[in-house]
């Protein structure tokens, strides 16, 4: 599995998962149109040139496109995570693979420091993953300000925070056991 930066000329894989209805409803940029998606990956390309977001197309490990990773809204060191991928690879290990080298990407490259994920309550398969990630943290009454302004609406949404030293932390334990793991083998 890689991350790429977006390319105009991965639309055309990338648009066929997109529009299932499986993805569709949860994915941050709707194209009704294969070029409304064209439009919007265009726009997002001038969007990272300008250091407004962070996006890559997250493919299998032959090259293939199969969803895209992105960080929105940056300001002050943080920004929203937006993450889909097509149906086909659902349940293989790719969401989890795409959010550690992209988490890589913005806490050691990038200067990010805090990551949030804001999540449809409705979006069960989302919130289990987000769950699953050790170093993923509720953040819906640590950080009441803007947990209420996501969900003006009404109670619409679940925050979750990703602090860069709570990754780090996670990623030196892993290694250290993966070398205890190894000795004892």
Not at 43 to 50: D, G, N, V
Not at 137 to 152: G, H, V
Request: net charge negative; aromatic share 14%.
């Amino acid at each position: 599995m890689i991350l790429k930066k977006r390319d105009v000329t991965d639309c055309h894989d990338l648009y066929h998962y997109l529009v299932d209805p499986a993805v569709f409803p949860y994915v941050r940029q709707k194209a009704f149109s294969y070029d409304e998606f064209i439009f919007l990956t265009k726009q997002t390309i001038e969007q990272e040139e300008r250091g407004e977001l962070i996006s890559r197309t997250i493919c299998d490990e032959w090259g293939s496109p199969i969803g895209t990773i992105n960080l929105f809204d940056i300001s002050e060191h943080a920004g929203f995570l937006g993450t889909w991928i097509g149906k086909p690879f659902f349940g293989k290990g790719y969401n989890k693979l795409a959010k550690d080298v992209f988490f890589d990407e913005l806490f050691y490259r990038c200067d990010i420091q805090t990551v949030y994920m804001r999540i449809r309550k409705e979006n069960i398969r989302s919130i289990l993953a987000a769950k699953k990630l050790p170093y993923s943290t509720l953040a819906n009454e640590i950080r009441p300000d803007l947990y209420r302004q996501l969900n003006t609406a009404g109670d619409i949404y679940d925050l979750f925070q990703i602090e860069k030293d709570h990754y780090y932390f996670h990623k030196i334990r892993t290694e250290n056991e993966l070398e205890q793991d190894a000795i004892e083998a």
